[in-house]
């Protein structure tokens, strides 16, 4: 991790200052520079989950008796007690970090969260890509594998982690997008049985009414992210009701692509 003197921090004090207000789209290069003093000699660049602002900030810290042979959980530690002293941060009291270390590029975190702890969509994202994007600076690291002690595929509920993560800044500064609200604009109008909107509504469609029910409802019982970025997969598993309140479930898989600060369904995965 970078050192930095008093000195150092001060002509970085000036820049930001004296930049003023960030130009409008270049939110993702903002940062924020917490006080420090004369005892903090180690700095430290970090992401953190704020949710009343449905998105990552990024803010530069000192800290003082860092220990560098074991740079992640320090990292990690750090960012629980930087969370906790502001309710606008997803609280991470309910996770407790196991181990950590690195090969090759990837850093290898084992987690346990507490049975009470509950989140919402945006808050596990939120806090998956705080932890990314941090670990991630570190000089070495490119990917982060996150490893749950019961060995769930999620990290919470909503996003897979059985592949290592790369960081991302499409939530950097940037409004968390659901991906789940695309599919289900698409499955509104596929029950509407009007023209499709486009080829995969089409396919859709077909898939859904070439059954022997005749669908009338639907319910998407579950759904799993294989990441957050420009490119996402969403695994739905969808139950529908036909006249005779029979159930049917089929699993989607979609690929989505997110432009102009919206997802977009661009097909259906074979």
Do not use: H, W
């Amino acid at each position: 991790m970078k050192k930095i003197n008093l000195f150092i921090i001060f002509l970085l004090l000036v820049v930001f200052i004296s930049a003023g207000c960030t130009p409008k789209g270049d939110e993702d290069q903002v940062l924020k520079i917490s006080p420090f003093n004369e005892y903090e000699n180690t700095l430290l660049q970090l992401y953190l989950p704020n949710k009343n602002l449905s998105c990552i900030i990024t803010e530069i810290s000192g800290v003082s008796d860092f220990d560098d042979s074991n740079e992640i959980m320090e990292m990690l530690n750090f960012m629980k007690n930087r969370t906790s002293e502001s309710r606008s941060f997803v609280q991470m009291e309910g996770i407790n970090f196991l181990t950590a270390s690195i090969v090759s590029d990837t850093a290898f975190i084992e987690y346990d969260v507490s049975e009470d702890l509950m989140m919402s969509e945006m808050e596990e994202c939120l806090l998956l890509y705080s932890i990314i994007n941090s670990v991630s600076n570190i000089k070495e690291v490119n990917l982060v594998k996150l490893s749950s002690s019961t060995g769930s595929k999620q990290f919470m509920k909503y996003y897979n982690i059985e592949t290592p993560l790369a960081p991302t800044n499409t939530l950097l500064y940037r409004d968390y997008q659901s991906p789940l609200s695309p599919i289900e604009n698409m499955m509104n109008s596929v029950m509407t049985r009007k023209e499709p909107n486009n080829p995969t509504e089409a396919e859709v469609s077909d898939i859904v009414y070439n059954t022997e029910f005749d669908i009338v409802d639907y319910t998407i019982k579950s759904y799993e992210y294989n990441k957050y970025g420009e490119y996402i997969t969403v695994r739905t598993q969808v139950v529908f009701t036909d006249s005779s309140n029979n159930l049917i479930t089929i699993v989607f898989d979609f690929l989505l692509e997110l432009t102009g600060g919206r997802f977009k369904i661009k097909e259906i995965i074979k």
